[in-house]
């Protein structure tokens, strides 16, 4: 079971099928809310049952939340465990922080981001997996639309069917707030498509593409594999997210619970 406190909480629901992880510490423990809150486990998917009949795109906005949550909180990777945490005090849904990785990075400094969290290149390929749902914004990828690094042609790892599409949907000097899906073959299920996507030049992102058009990545081999076998990406997905979880978790009287999940309390 995976359980998180408040907006970190709803988060852990939506993986408590994917998880079979366990571990305990003194302030983090698998039985944090056995007195306070017995159900807390069907509360939580109930919720996250009812918003999704509202909203299917709930659990692409609450994965993000989670890692923009855990990268600003970045300090010594600790491996332990689950329950008992609070909400950050820095980050935003919306808030950019650089030790988030932007949709425009290189490879290497992506991967140099993760490692200084002590993720490593698996945790990035699955976490990365997250985008087998969502939307992004035009002005998150329309740098590879027209004249890419300068050089006056698209990105030539893009798919030019699926180039096309972007082109009309993002047109140059367009609103850059347009929202376009991440994983256009299916969107709102939690597949591994995204990386099939990749092996036929369809990633939205230039860092989605990057993971397997970068000439003799490490990365590459571990798409194929999740692109072949969707059970081996749910449970790396499952573990990468419980490593990135337990980066510098904040407890105790550290953080906050927050009263909306998308910002800091009075901001
Ligand atoms: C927990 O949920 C079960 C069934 O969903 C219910 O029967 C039980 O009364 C609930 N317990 C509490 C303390 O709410
Ligand atoms: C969070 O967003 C609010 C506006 O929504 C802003 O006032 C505040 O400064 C932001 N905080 C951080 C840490 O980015
Ligand atoms: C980003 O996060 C780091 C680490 O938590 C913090 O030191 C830094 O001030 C933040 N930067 C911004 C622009 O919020
Ligand atoms: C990579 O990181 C270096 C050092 O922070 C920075 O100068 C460079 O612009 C980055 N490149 C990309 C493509 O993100
Ligand atoms: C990343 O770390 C995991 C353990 O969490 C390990 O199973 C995996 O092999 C590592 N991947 C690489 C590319 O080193
Ligand atoms: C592409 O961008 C570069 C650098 O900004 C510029 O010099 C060049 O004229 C542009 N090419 C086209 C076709 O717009
Ligand atoms: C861009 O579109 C958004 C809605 O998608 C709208 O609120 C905004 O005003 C538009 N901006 C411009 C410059 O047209
Ligand atoms: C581009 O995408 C189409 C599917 O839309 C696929 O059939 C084709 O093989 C892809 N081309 C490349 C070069 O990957
Ligand atoms: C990768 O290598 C191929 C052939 O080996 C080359 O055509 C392609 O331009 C290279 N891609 C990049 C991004 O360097
Ligand atoms: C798929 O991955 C799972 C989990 O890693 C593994 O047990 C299984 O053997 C793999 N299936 C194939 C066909 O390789």
């Known amino acids: 079971m995976l359980y998180y406190t408040p ?31 017995p159900n807390v486990s069907s509360i939580v998917s109930n919720v ?11 659990t692409a906005s609450l994965t993000r939340l989670h890692f923009h949550d855990c990268f600003v909180n970045a ?13 950050s005090l820095i980050a935003n849904q919306s808030g950019a922080n650089s030790s988030i990785p932007s949709p425009t990075e290189s490879l290497a ?5 993760f490692s200084a969290v002590g993720l490593n290149t698996t945790d990035l390929v699955a ?17 590879r639309l027209f004249n890419f690094s300068g050089k006056g042609i698209p990105d030539p790892t893009l798919n030019s069917t699926y ?5 009309q949907n993002c047109p140059q000097n367009g609103n850059g707030t347009i929202l376009n899906n991440l994983d256009p073959s299916t969107i709102d299920t939690f597949d591994n498509n995204y990386y099939s996507n990749l092996l036929t030049n369809q990633g939205l ?18 798409v194929n594999n999740f692109a072949n076998n969707q059970t081996s990406f749910f449970q790396a997905f499952a573990q990468s997210m419980i490593n990135m979880g337990n980066i510098n978790p904040l407890t105790g009287n550290q953080g906050e619970i927050r009263s909306d999940c998308k910002k800091v309390n009075g901001s």
């Open 7 to 37: 907006c970190s909480l709803l988060l852990g629901a939506i993986f408590l099928a994917l998880t079979f992880i366990y571990q305990s510490n003194a302030q983090l423990s698998s039985t944090f809310y056995s007195n306070t809150c």
């Open 48 to 58: 996250i049952q009812q918003a999704l009949q509202f909203d299917t795109r709930i």
């Open 75 to 87: 300090g010594g990777p600790s491996w332990n465990v689950l329950v008992g945490r609070r909400d």
């Open 109 to 113: 400094n992506i991967t140099a981001k």
């Open 127 to 143: 976490l990365s997996g997250a985008h087998t749902f969502g939307r992004a914004q035009c002005r998150f990828f329309n740098q």
């Open 163 to 167: 180039l096309s599409t972007l082109q």
């Open 205 to 222: 992102l230039q860092t989605d593409q990057e993971l397997f058009s970068t000439n003799g990545s490490s990365t590459i081999s571990i």
